[in-house]
């Protein structure tokens, strides 16, 4: 189902157009994520020299992949490290 505020928008990845749907306020968000994934794709293909686009997209969804997984795992570090000195200063009072 398509809500109302819904755009349809076309964003052109490694030389092909490609059609989303989205919230008007994400449209700038999912550009820019477009505009970042085409960037990379053609960073990747420029260092493998060979790479075809598949395997430059899937590249790339591996190295993002591996970067959210980090950034995840960082900030669950973080949220133990919070929750621990909580309950330190809940001890201490």
Not at 26 to 53: F, H, P, R, V
Request: charged residues 20%; negative net charge.
């Amino acid at each position: 189902m398509i809500k109302e505020d819904s755009k349809s928008i076309s964003i052109e990845i490694m030389g092909k157009q490609h059609q989303f749907t989205c919230s008007a306020e994400q449209t700038e968000d999912l550009n820019q994520a477009a505009s970042n994934l085409a960037a990379m794709c053609k960073d990747i293909k420029k260092q493998a020299g060979n790479a075809n686009s598949e395997r430059a997209l899937l590249v790339a969804a591996i190295n993002l992949s591996h970067s959210l997984l980090m950034a995840n795992n960082k900030i669950e570090s973080y949220q133990l490290g919070q929750d621990a000195l909580i309950s330190t200063l809940k001890n201490a009072l």
